[in-house]
């Protein structure tokens, strides 16, 4: 079992005997696949400073070297590094394409004060497109440094050079995994690097790279390269107490004056199974600086990483459901079944999964689980899923890197719905069968408790609230047919809602009586009209007699209104009755009203 509490990058872990005056080389970039790497570059000195006459004279601002690559090898990445004596020059051109700097490196002599520097750019686009050929960087230019400071000559470290990291992808490779590792540190002592968490399953064709500068065919005091204790050796070119002597191992030049283009085999020095290498890198005396590190390994192993895709809440709730993929991308095996998947809230362990099938190398599984939080949890809280995690920070694989295993959801609070004000009912006169008309409108704002809830509408059902859907569009007038009429009103917060509701009444007011008539056609005041009378007081009995109290008509809710013919009493034909002032008495039989309402009116033909 893998513990998972100290993740570790597998990669190089540097440590070094002495003070560090540049920038340890760490990991800067990883392929895993069928991938593999080579080198191309070129000096810009014309000798080896150490043994040669002159200072600036001998170094050009411009220089040639070959990339020849076969056609089914596809160029995936191609690093630019150039180097020197001084502060630096950051802007250089590349077959006469301009090129600045996108990272930069420094190193200063722990003896002589002096410092050096290194630059970095990805031209992938560039090389891919040019392909195989010719490439030239030109404007690389130290000879104001060495002319300015005496020390560079003296100290015999006068430099400049250039080279590119091209890493491809060939179908017929085994599975490798290529690491870069990038900085810029001297050995004028011992270097140590541990390389770890391997898990070696061949070791054929296993190799290591070195991008080095300022070394000397000519000073060989103790200047080894050493793996797992074996020291390193590619004679008669690299022997092995001169491993930083001007050469190039991909065309076998001897004349690359102070600097090192170098690929060692070191298949017979590392074993299937093992988990960890050891390298040491010594030089008695001349001053190396290391600016680059390229290893391959066919190291068989997974990658696990999560995403989280989705969190999806209900409201009101301790519940929560997360979506997220499990991932086997920048791998070179799959991902067994059973991987574990531990889920956090602020820490603390609320749930677990594991994965379903083996995912295959640039596969994923999509994964749903729903977790219902414990009371103890905050009501703002993060929720953190960690694959290859049973459920204690440890884990059950080896893989590639352990620090993609997690994912977070930043801070999540729960939702809630929003807390509607009560609403009092409305009441209103009663126009006709129980309708009435309603202003609501400012119960829009009166409902509402907080600043961060808003009104949503008015709906005439709890179906229509809930959906949101055929809202009252005129709520300062609106008309109830029927009442009691219950009116729904809905408020939403961020993530929720709330229905809430109140009541429309109406009640029979007084009617009001036009005790006027005029039956003479003109349509007005033709009939004894009294307004809000009519299917409100749906029992009223109306009497109205004439001037000695003799009853002349009759009628309720069914009959006409009165246009002067009585309906009582003895009639020769239906001719109105005789012009002057009658009285009414009006019985509206309603608990209300238990009195009638009684008058005078006027009749004119």
Known sequence: MKIKIHKLILGLFIGLSGAIYGQNVSLYQQFNGRYDFTFIGNTMNLGENNITAGCEDLLINSSSANLNINPNQIIQNAYL???????????????????????????????????????????????????????????????????????????????????????????????????????LQSIPSALNITLNSLNVVDNNNAQIGFIAWEGDSNLAINETLMINGNTLSNPPLNPANNAFNGTNSITGSSSLYNMDLDIYNIQNNINIGDTSAQIQLTSGRDVVLINVIVTKLNSQLPDAAVVLNSNIQNCDSRSITLNFSVTNFNCTSTLQAGTPIAIYANGQLVGQSQTTSVIPINGSENKQITINLPSEIADNFTITIVVDDTGNGQGIIYEISENNNQTSSGLLTFFTSPIANTLESQTTCNTGLTQGAFNFFEYSSQALTSTSD???????????????????????????????????????????????????????????????????????????????????FVNFELE????????????NNSTPNWDGVPNKGTRVDNSSAPEGTYYYILNLNDNDYPEPLTGWLYFRK
């Open 454 to 536: 808003y009104f949503a509408g008015f709906y005439e059902s709890s179906a229509d609230a809930t959906l949101a859907t055929n809202p009252i569009v005129n709520p300062t007038n609106y008309i109830a047919t029927s009442t009691p009429k219950e009116i729904f009103i809905r408020i939403e917060n961020q993530n929720c809602f709330t229905i809430s509701s109140f009541w429309l009444y109406t009640k029979n007011c007084p009617p009001t009586v036009y005790n006027y008539v005029s039956s003479n056609n003109d349509q007005d005041n033709d009939t004894f009209f009294i307004d809000g009378l009519r299917d409100v």
């Open 544 to 555: 109205i007699y004439n001037r000695w109290g003799k009853l002349i008509w009759t009628g």
């Open 81 to 183: 590094y150039w180097a020197g004596s001084g502060a630096g020059d950051f802007d250089i051109k590349l077959n006469n394409i301009e090129i600045s700097a996108q990272r930069t490196f420094s190193n200063i002599s722990s003896s002589s004060g002096l410092t050096y520097f290194s630059a970095f750019a990805d031209i992938t686009s560039q090389v891919a497109s040019t392909g195989n050929g010719s490439y030239t960087l030109s404007d690389l230019d130290v000879s104001q440094t060495l002319l300015n400071i005496a020390g560079y000559c003296i100290n015999r470290t006068n430099f400049a050079g250039w080279a590119i990291i091209i890493v491809y992808k060939d179908s017929s490779l085994p599975l490798n995994q290529i690491n870069i590792y990038d900085g």
